[in-house]
């Protein structure tokens, strides 16, 4: 018995095996050579990677140099607490908040000294001034200033910041922004004072760089050398004064640290000069320390020499305008270091004050001195030799004086974005140390101000005229803050005494400051309102929308991210999908990001990433958590970065998806073609950011609207997500989402009869025609005559329209057009007199009333013929 065969082919490559493998090992090498082709693409795009280790090798070597420092510091104390109790008393203070060294001791004096620093500059000056000039003083008139100048320097500068403020810290920073901080939940009322007294502060940081650095540069008019050259060019000092500014600002970014060394030295200089050239005129009259009694700056406030009346007190306070630097620049620095150099700098400034008070003295009667236009004692005082170098160091102390404000505004902008008073900017920290920070955008907008600011008001004549005036309501309003914070510390007797002495003080000063306003004090009046009405609108809004702001639980949105996750209908909108968000809840789902997947066309993706970034106090922290929901494509992910690590987040995502992959939580997704910033192991990936819009029927009060719309403005002015997280420019979706809060719900539409419709138009036209023929013997224009054609034509295709719709359906019968009836008038007479108005009018209303009785016959004939009709029908049944 034979077996049938089957017949095959003789070119089927099955017919010899050694045939089908050569095909599969052509297959193979083509699929192989198709792979390496596709991988070596791939090499070119560069996906973000991140290396093995989690610091760098010039992060180590700073770690390793601070464990080294600690640990020789740490020796120190131990050698210094077994020398008895004042070595136990050092280390104990080198241990604590306080602590001290002489490196920083030195920045301190070139960061935070620089204000208070120059007020020898222009103060006696500008009391001579006010006075009415040298002739016009006495000996009651100078010890009273210089007694007011002390004491206001003892009690403002001393007892309420050094001794008072200073204690009171958030974290080792100081200024009014973090004092409110502490006490935020105490009461909503006082983030009033709080941001008035930040405004006025920021406001007044635009003006001293202004008004210190021009003051120092006009000091080259009284060298007899560049006197012509400046009389030749009246705009060569405030030219001078520009590129100083620009200089100051440039180097910004390189941190107060490396500038803070090289101004603390020159600061130094600066104080020991004016100590020493103080104390060189003081040997000309000792009895000028009697001005130290009080009651001759109580007497000479009240008295007939006081030409200036309270509004002397506004000079006063010049001498004590860099006292809230010591405060906010406090965490630059550390407390320590400014306890242990304060001392230092108040006998400096007080013997150089009461150096040109005693030169004033023993010069009163000079009659040279008398011409002198501007006479400024400081350089009056000094040789003529020696006031070359008291030029160059004026110069160099103006520019760190503009040095201390440039640092307070950094802190100040940086501590009202964590109190979401102000919108998040790109913050740098050139140091070791978190309190020494960098913020671009400051900087540029304070260089453009404070240029904007010489452009205005030319020189610092005019620019003192506005100085110190905001400075003035930021003092009110620490006073308010302190005082409060000591009432809840449960000093409440010592509260009550701080607030009636310092109110009392600081209250005369603003009163006196305010006779500056119509002389320059409106322009940082109108730069601290800005600034206010920008806070306020960021806090509003903010609160509006975190109000509005809702969480899902897993329960309510995971069945739908589920269905859509393996619904193969819909296309990928990518692999992966990454939400940047601020929302810090790891447990629920922001409502936002649950309505960007499913708005309009839902984005499917194989997983979905809710990503935020913190920072942490440390300079090198990388860390980061996840929380998978039970599923292999939702993950929320919260990235803690250190205050010095550069927000990679590109990076960092694939570096944590990698990671999933590996621990077989996220699925393998292969990438088979290559793309831009992609990695082959890890799909696509597109980043989405969040913008939320006010719908123009939301329910929301005029106040917030403008609130909301103010904040996006700013946001709109203030920068982009995108350079913050570190992301190309052409990969984000930035999508714009409605701010989910109540609408108001519009009343109903009624449905009309479109055939009604058009009857009433047909009557509308017939009584404008009728409206006509009254006054048809007057002869109608044009453009009357094709009105009314117009009219009757439309309305007539109307009505035939809907006489054909109502023939069809048999219901009723079609609607004639009725010819529109003529009321002839009396012509009007040869003399043009005009046609009488009432027989106009009820011709008009005439017609009108007879086109309305032949429609409602029409109506009831109908309603008639209908109930004959049905009443037919009945009978037939």
Not at 741 to 748: A, L
Request: proline share 4%; net charge positive; charged share 20%.
């Amino acid at each position: 018995m034979t077996k049938s065969r089957t017949a095959v082919p003789s070119n089927d490559s099955t017919k010899d095996p050694r045939n089908g493998a050569k095909d599969s090992e052509k297959s193979t090498k083509s699929l192989k050579g198709t792979k390496d082709a596709i991988l070596r693409a791939a090499s070119f795009t560069k996906a973000p990677q991140v290396s093995k280790k989690t610091t760098t090798r010039e992060e180590r070597k700073v770690i390793a140099q601070q464990q080294a420092q600690e640990v020789k510091e740490a020796e120190k104390l131990v050698a210094s607490a077994v020398r008895g109790p004042l070595g136990r008393w050092w280390a104990k203070l080198q241990t604590s908040s306080d602590r001290f060294t002489l490196g920083m001791a030195i920045v301190a004096l070139g960061v935070v000294y620089g204000d208070i620093g120059t007020s020898p500059l222009y103060t006696a000056q500008t009391f001579l001034a006010g006075q009415g000039g040298l002739q016009n003083i006495n000996r009651a008139t100078i010890y009273g200033m210089l007694s007011l100048l002390f004491w206001s320097i003892t009690l403002i500068t001393t007892v309420k910041y050094v001794f008072v403020a200073m204690r009171t810290d958030n974290k080792g920073e100081g200024g009014i922004f973090a004092l409110y901080s502490l006490l935020r939940k105490k009461g909503a009322w006082l983030a009033i004072p709080a941001m008035i007294g930040g405004a006025a502060f920021l406001a007044d940081s635009v003006l001293t760089p202004a008004v210190s650095i021009s003051s120092a540069v006009e000091g080259l008019r009284t060298i007899a050398v560049f006197k012509p050259i400046f009389l030749e060019n009246e705009n060569l000092s405030m030219m001078i004064t520009v590129i100083i500014i620009v200089i100051l600002f440039s180097v910004q970014q390189r941190g107060t640290e490396r500038i803070g060394k090289v101004f603390g030295i020159v600061v130094m200089l600066w104080f020991a000069f004016l100590a020493l050239v103080g104390v060189m005129n003081i040997g000309q009259d000792w009895t000028i320390f009697e001005a130290l009694n009080p009651i001759h700056g109580i007497k000479f406030l009240f008295s007939t020499h006081n030409v200036q009346g309270l509004a002397v007190m506004g000079v006063i306070f010049l001498s004590t305008t860099g006292a809230e630097a010591l405060y906010s620049d406090m965490g630059h620095v550390g407390r320590g270091n400014v306890y242990a150099t304060w001392p230092f700098i108040k006998v400096a400034l007080l013997l150089n004050y009461f150096g040109q008070g005693a030169w004033m003295l023993k010069n009163q009667n000079d009659k040279a001195l008398w011409s002198i236009e501007g006479l400024n004692p400081f350089f009056q005082m000094l040789e003529p030799n020696v006031r070359y170098v008291a030029v160059i160091l004026s110069v160099t102390a103006g520019i760190i004086a503009s040095q201390a404000l440039i640092t307070g505004a950094y802190t100040m902008v940086s501590e009202a974005t964590s109190l979401n008073w102000m919108p998040h900017l790109q913050v740098r920290y050139p140091a070791r140390t978190r309190g020494q920070l960098y913020i671009p955008v400051v900087n540029v907008v304070l260089c453009v101000a404070t240029i904007t600011v010489l452009a205005v008001f030319r020189d610092s004549e005019h620019i003192s005229g506005a100085y110190g005036l905001a400075l003035t309501l930021t003092m009110l309003a620490t006073t308010i803050l302190l005082t409060v914070h000591m009432w809840y510390q449960k000093k409440r007797f010592g509260a009550f005494i701080f607030a009636i002495v310092f109110l009392m003080i600081e209250m005369m000063f603003f009163v006196a400051s305010m006779a500056k306003f119509m002389h320059g004090g409106w322009f940082t009046m109108l730069l601290g309102v800005s600034i206010l009405i920008i806070m306020v609108t960021w806090k509003d809004g903010t609160k509006i929308e975190r109000s509005q702001r809702l969480h899902m639980k897993p329960k309510d949105f995971l069945p739908v991210l589920d269905k859509l996750h393996g619904d193969f209908r819909i296309p990928y909108f990518a692999d992966n999908i990454v939400y940047l968000t601020s929302d810090r809840e790891m447990k629920r789902l922001d409502t936002g990001i649950f309505f960007s997947i499913f708005a309009d066309h839902p984005k499917r993706a194989r997983a979905w990433w809710a990503v935020s970034v913190e920072t942490d106090d440390a300079p090198f922290t990388r860390e980061y958590c996840v929380e998978n929901f039970g599923t292999d494509y939702l993950f929320r992910v919260k990235i803690k970065l250190g205050f010095k690590v550069s927000p990679s987040i590109p990076a960092y995502l694939h570096q944590i998806m990698h990671d999933l992959s590996h621990t077989g939580e996220l699925p393998q997704q292969k990438s088979v073609y290559p793309k831009v910033d992609a990695d082959p192991d890890i799909g696509p990936i597109r980043y989405v950011l969040l913008h939320k819009a006010l719908m123009p029927e939301s329910n929301i009060s005029v106040r917030g609207a403008l609130s909301l719309k103010m904040k996006y403005a700013i946001r709109h002015v203030a920068g982009t997500p995108v350079k913050w997280f570190g992301l190309a420019p052409y990969n984000p979706v930035v999508e714009v989402q409605p701010l989910f809060v109540s609408t108001r719900r519009p009343p109903r539409l009624k449905r009309e009869d479109c055939s009604q419709r058009a009857v009433q138009s047909l009557q509308g036209a017939s009584a404008l025609e009728t409206n006509i023929h009254v006054v048809k013997d007057i002869r109608p224009t044009d453009a009357e005559q094709t009105a009314v054609m117009n009219a009757r034509d439309i309305a007539a295709a109307n009505v035939m329209f809907a006489n054909e719709k109502l023939a069809n359906t048999g219901k009723i019968s079609p609607v004639p057009i009725k010819e529109t009836k003529k009321v002839s008038v009396e012509k009007p007479n040869k003399d043009g007199a005009n046609i009488d108005a009432a027989n106009v009018t009820h011709a008009v209303v005439q017609a009108v009333e007879d086109a309305a009785r032949a429609n409602d016959a029409n109506s009831v004939k109908s309603e008639k013929s209908a109930a004959t009709e049905k009443s037919a029908k009945n009978n037939l049944k």
